[in-house]
Each structure stands twice: as C-alpha cells, then as structure tokens.
Nanobody
Framework: QVQLVESGGGLVQSGGSLRLSCAAS????????MGWFRQAPGKERQFVAG????????YYSDSVKGRFTFSRDNAKKTVFLQMNSLKPEDTAVYYC?????????????????WGQGTQVTVSS
C-alpha cells in the first residue's frame, strides 16, 4: 500500500515556474513506477509525465516536453515535477500516481494509487 501527498501548487503568471512534490509512504516506494497526470475543468485526466523506479526512463506528453522535468529521490520517497515556462493551458489539478508495475504507462488505468491532487493556476 502506498499513500501519496502532493504539494507545491499555486497561482503563477504565464512564463513562470512551479515545482510540485509528491511524498510517498510505504517501504516499497523505491520499486514503484510514478506518474503525473492533470485534469482541467470539464476535461478528462491526461498524462503529463512518467518515470521508472530507477529514474532511468522518463516520458513526457508532447504538450509539456522541454518545459517540465520529472525526477525522483528514492531515499526521500519523493518525486518532483519542475514546471517552467508555464502557460494558461497548463492550468489544472495535478495528480501524482504510483504503480508497482515496471512499465511506465500513459493511461490512468496503468496506475493503482493516487494522491488528492494540487491545483495549478497559470494566469495570462
């Protein structure tokens, strides 16, 4: 069982930066694949980024590639999403997700555990 708690969301102007954190509980965190998803009002939850348990494989959606950086610190049981050059279309609730599977999936159903979400709002 893994519990996830996100933090770091907030209001930022277009072009600004935010760093999201997701702290996990559970002894097996180090072997979990992790992901970030986001959901804007009236839209489906969409994949943002995923990272393998070693951190050696990282994938991004085309919409954030080159602007967001996903990293993990297994010793601290925490993953991070550094978001730069933010745009108004990045506004959404951001969710951290985890799965014991080895494949870095891009779909919500690929992940078993979810955080409560943190709001990111980018003003124009």
């Amino acid at each position: 069982q893994v519990q996830l708690v996100e933090s770091g969301g907030g209001l930022v102007q277009s072009g600004g930066s935010l760093r999201l954190s997701c702290a996990a509980s559970g002894r097996t965190f180090v072997s979990y694949t992790m992901g970030w998803f986001r959901q804007a009002p009236g839209k489906e939850r969409q994949f943002v980024a995923g990272i393998s348990w070693t951190g050696g494989s990282i994938y991004y959606s085309d919409s954030v590639k080159g602007r967001f950086t996903f990293s993990r610190d297994n010793a601290k049981k925490t993953v991070f999403l550094q978001m730069n050059s933010l745009k108004p279309e990045d506004t959404a609730v951001y969710y951290c997700a985890a799965t014991p599977g080895a494949v870095v999936g891009r779909n919500s159903y690929d992940y078993d555990y979810w955080g409560q979400g943190t709001q990111v709002t980018v003003s124009s």
